[in-house]
């Protein structure tokens, strides 16, 4: 008998996280994360080549910033930067954000910095 998964509270998840910028996997779905992330101020800015990337605000403000321009983001709004576009994510007063990506996908993308996180499971 197969053994059914345990529904996850984002909120609680959300509530643990101690520092902005560091993703928490949440589920799995075929190859890809669901993560969740609390940012704050700017992040390093980035692509990811081979993949595109799904932001989900959950609360909060988020801007991505873009060459062709920015995009800001409110509770229940959803973007996806195409792969390959360079993006900075920004929140002056901080959001809570959940992202669809590869597995192995890296949070800094092409563009490793203080803010590279290792992917963490909860």
Known sequence: MAVVPAPVDLATVLARIQRPWEPRTVAV???Y?????????????HSHPETDEVFLVLSGSLTIRMDDGDVTLG????????????????????????????????????????????????
Not at 34 to 39: E, H, L
Not at 111 to 122: D, F, M, N, Q
């Open 29 to 31: 779905l075929n190859d």
């Open 33 to 45: 994360d669901v993560r969740v992330v609390r940012t704050h101020g700017e992040f390093t800015r």
């Open 75 to 122: 509770p229940g709004q959803l973007f996806v930067v195409p792969k390959g576009t360079s993006h900075q994510p920004y929140s002056p007063d901080g959001a809570e954000v959940l992202l669809v990506e590869p597995s192995a996908t890296v949070n800094t993308g092409d563009t490793p910095s203080e803010l590279t996180a290792g992917r963490r499971v909860v």
